[in-house]
C-alpha cells in the first residue's frame, strides 16, 4: 500500500514517519509525485483543510493519501492564531517573526495567563472516495521566551509543563508521544491497521 503524504513540510514528514513507518506502507513525500499541488487551506475548520488536501490528493494520484492541519490556540489571544496559524503575520511570514510576534503580544501577561493547546487534524483519503478522520491536542503554556532547536512551526515557545521544557527543547521519542500530531497520528496508525487487514470470510467455507 502507498500512502503519499500530504505535506512539503519535512519537519512533519520526519515525525510522520517516525510513528507510521514500522507499518507495511510505502510513505511517499508529496515531492516525489510530479505535477500534484495542495489546495488552499481556505476552509473553516481544521478537519475541512486537512478533508481538502487529503482528497486532492488522493484523486490526482490514484493512490492513499494523509493530510494534516494544525492550530495553535492561545487564550489571551481569544483562541488565535487557530485555523490562521500557517498564515499568522501572512504566508511567507518567518517562523521565528511568528514566534517573536507572539511573545511581543503576550508580554505583560504572567505564565499563568498564557494558557494554550495545539490541536491537530488528521484526514486519510482513499481514490474511490471515502475519508477518515483522527484528531490531538496538547495542553500547555506560551513560554517567556524563544528556546529549543528541535521541531519547527510554533515548537520554541510551545511549554509542555510536565516537563518543563518547551516543545522544540523535547527529546524527539518524548514529542512522538505528547505532542498534539502524534497524538492524532497514532489515532490515524489504528485506521491504516484496521484497513490493512485482510477482509474475513463470513461465508463460512
Known amino acids: 500500500m502507498d500512502l503519499v503524504i500530504a505535506t512539503h513540510n519535512p519537519g512533519k514528514f520526519r515525525e510522520i514517519a517516525e510513528i507510521l513507518g514500522d507499518l507495511p506502507i510505502r510513505l511517499l513525500p508529496l515531492a516525489s509525485i510530479p505535477r500534484v499541488s ?49 498564515r499568522f503575520l501572512g504566508e511567507e511570514a518567518d517562523p521565528h517573526l ?5 511573545l511581543e503580544l503576550l508580554a505583560d501577561i504572567p505564565l499563568e495567563g498564557r494558557g494554550a493547546q495545539f490541536r491537530c ?20 503554556f506560551i513560554a517567556t521566551a524563544s528556546k529549543g532547536e528541535g521541531g519547527f512551526g510554533y515548537d520554541p515557545i510551545f511549554l509542555v509543563p510536565e516537563y518543563s521544557q518547551t516543545m522544540a527543547e523535547l527529546d524527539p521519542a518524548i514529542k512522538n508521544r505528547v505532542s498534539h500530531r502524534a497524538k492524532a497520528l497514532l489515532q490515524a496508525r489504528k485506521i491504516l491497521e484496521a484497513l490493512l487487514e485482510p477482509p474475513h470470510d463470513s461465508s463460512g467455507a
Open 98 to 102: 511568528r514566534n517573536q510576534r507572539i
Open 38 to 86: 495542495l489546495p488552499a487551506e481556505d476552509g473553516w475548520s481544521l478537519e475541512e483543510n486537512a478533508l481538502k488536501k487529503a482528497q486532492v490528493v488522493a484523486e490526482s494520484t490514484g493512490k492513499w493519501a494523509l493530510a494534516d492541519d494544525s492550530g495553535l490556540e492561545i487564550e489571551a489571544l481569544g483562541g488565535g492564531p487557530g485555523l490562521l496559524s500557517a
Open 121 to 140: 487534524v488528521i484526514a486519510i483519503a482513499e481514490p474511490g472516495g471515502r475519508t477518515y478522520i483522527a484528531e490531538g491536542a496538547c495542553g500547555g
